[in-house]
């Protein structure tokens, strides 16, 4: 390389050359413009993450509802009392409705109409009717064995004043269990109870409704029968 070579190398070191400052303008206008767009981003994620959070805490549902701890001044349980000579009782709303949301579907169950829905509906229409009528021994016989020994049996209960019924059908899957498949269904159970007398369930006074989900199955050689609550509202052994 000649003398003039030296002197005026054909690319100038980076950063030195005429157009530098220009190439450095550039580049620190495109950083400036990139962050700009990141924490616009960011203000926008937010503005609409915190609106939607919000309004997903808001939606409850049974299986994130809770109660405050309460105690109730319950009635005097009358073991002997027959609640359907109360005419005030039987004033009330006593119709056991069914509902399938999936098909839009809703009607009022019987003893006469009540096997056309499924095996569970039938088992919950009896679970109803054996609160109302305090027969603790018919209750017991809805659960599986699995959920007897793991929570005991129902104690003595009396006739229990219930109105304003609803079964509501929830989901249907199927699990494989030693080997069997076994259908589960979920249903959320809502009713109210006129005069709570305290021996069938604490958790709720007079009038007051708070839904259960009750969740069946066919594992006991293959009868459908209440496997548990998923979400307990109800004190030890008070179901």
Same mark, same amino acid.
């Given at each position: 390389m000649n003398s003039m070579d030296k002197d005026n190398p054909p690319f100038p070191p980076d950063g030195q050359g005429e157009d530098a400052p220009a190439t450095r303008r550039a580049s620190t206008g495109k950083l400036r413009r990139r962050i700009l767009i990141v924490l616009a981003c960011m203000v926008v994620f937010t503005a609409v993450a915190i609106p939607l959070v919000n309004y997903i805490e808001r939606e409850d549902t049974p299986e994130v509802m809770t109660f405050p701890d309460a105690k109730y001044n319950f009635a005097e349980p009358d073991y002997d009392y027959d609640i359907m000579k109360d005419k005030d009782y039987l004033s009330l709303n006593r119709v056991?409705?069914?509902?399938?949301p999936a098909q839009n579907f809703s009607t009022s169950l019987d003893s006469g109409n009540m096997e056309e829905f499924g095996e569970a509906?039938?088992?919950?229409y009896n679970m109803i009717r054996r609160i109302i009528q305090g027969d603790t021994d018919g209750y017991n016989r809805l659960f599986t064995n699995a959920y007897r020994k793991a929570n005991g049996e129902q104690e003595r209960f009396a006739m229990q004043q219930l109105y304003d019924i609803v079964l509501t059908r929830s989901n249907t899957e199927q699990v494989t269990e030693n080997g069997a498949i076994v259908t589960y269904q979920t249903?959320?159970?809502?009713y109210k109870i006129?005069? *709570? *007398?305290g021996t069938?369930?604490? +958790?709720i006074g007079d009038d007051e409704c708070r839904p259960q989900i009750v969740v069946l199955c *066919?594992? +006991?050689d293959g009868k459908m029968l209440i496997d548990r609550f998923d979400k307990v509202y109800l004190s030890q052994n008070k179901h």
């Open positions: 056991v409705m069914y509902e399938n509906v039938t088992v919950l249903f959320y159970v809502r006129r005069l *709570n *007398n069938f369930r604490t +958790d *066919n594992r +006991d």
